[in-house]
């Protein structure tokens, strides 16, 4: 038994100095606990009279807007506390405190913030009858003044007889004959369209339409109308719209000397490019010519799917 006691309750040294530190250490957090809320006293609540008086009108509108918008009249409305610290027994005693500046004839469609706070409203209330204005409401008689939440009843009598909206004047046009029309569904000929008529074709923007242009300069005229899809960004869906509305003419492309072109030339080419220009080059080196498509075929890349695609465009 005494084994047993001394197992758990008999200490270290150092258990007993640490055991010592942790009673120290929780006897000073209480005191300073309760010592705190004297050492540092709570700031006094200001009195703001400027704020008791916004927040105020924010009641009173409310309670108004409520009034106007249901059935509940004035005098089930007016027994309800306002101010939260002094109650008062009746809204429209409220009514004789505010004091509202003097009213000037002014038109609510162009009348800045100034003027609206000129007449007794806040900065925020003149900020979102700017924002309504701004995002294309209208003013067309004294009364859409009510459709504002911000615009209580007493403010909206107060401003009323100053209200000046100028009557709207309408223009009455002439019967002019109508421009006539060009055939947006015209066929568009692919080898002689300028960018702005690839850019009248649905799907089809400023860059596309000039990458279209320069693909086509490139190559030297388009032989088939598929060809289009190699240029490089036409959606396949774009290609399937616009493919009753194309045409093909003049199918006379530029023809490249296979023999005489220089490298540089033969590069530019978007079937040819680098590689397979260099390839040519050495071939007509060891070979000094190339006699016909079969001959040209030895050289490597030139497959037939690629003969098929060079074979308008180069010249024996």
Known sequence: MLRWLERYFVFTVWERR?????LLIAVAANILLFTHRYIF???PIQ??????????RIIYAWQEELRRDTTISEEE??????????PVANVSRLKEKETLPPCFPFDPNTATDAEWQKLGFSTAQSAAIQKFISRGGRFTKPEDLRKLYVISDEMYQHILPC??????????KENLPLPRRQNINAAIDVNA??????????????????????????????????????????????????RNRLSIADVT????????????????????????????VQYRQQHRRIQ????????????????????PYIAW
Do not use: C
């Not at 409305?77 to 002094?86: D, L, M």
């Open 193 to 242: 369209a300028d960018s702005a008529a690839w850019e009248s074709l649905p799907g089809i923007g400023p860059v596309l339409a000039t990458r279209i242009v320069r693909y086509r300069e490139a190559l030297g005229g388009f032989v088939q109308i598929e060809q289009l899809r190699e240029v490089w960004g036409m959606p396949d869906s774009t290609y399937q719209k616009i």
């Open 77 to 86: 409305t007016a027994p309800y506390i306002v101010n939260p610290y002094e």
């Open 47 to 56: 009195n703001d009279t400027a704020a008791y008086r916004r927040v105020q």
């Open 163 to 172: 209200v000046q909206i100028p009557e709207q004047v309408t223009v009455v």
């Open 18 to 22: 640490a055991v010592v530190a942790m």
């Open 253 to 280: 492309p530029r023809k490249i000397p296979i023999n005489t072109a220089d490298e540089e030339t033969l590069r530019n080419h978007p079937y040819i490019r680098h590689r397979l220009a260099r390839l040519i």
């Open 41 to 43: 006293p709570p700031e």
């Open 292 to 311: 016909s498509s079969d001959e040209l075929m030895k050289i490597p890349l030139v497959n037939d799917s690629m003969m098929r695609k060079l074979q």
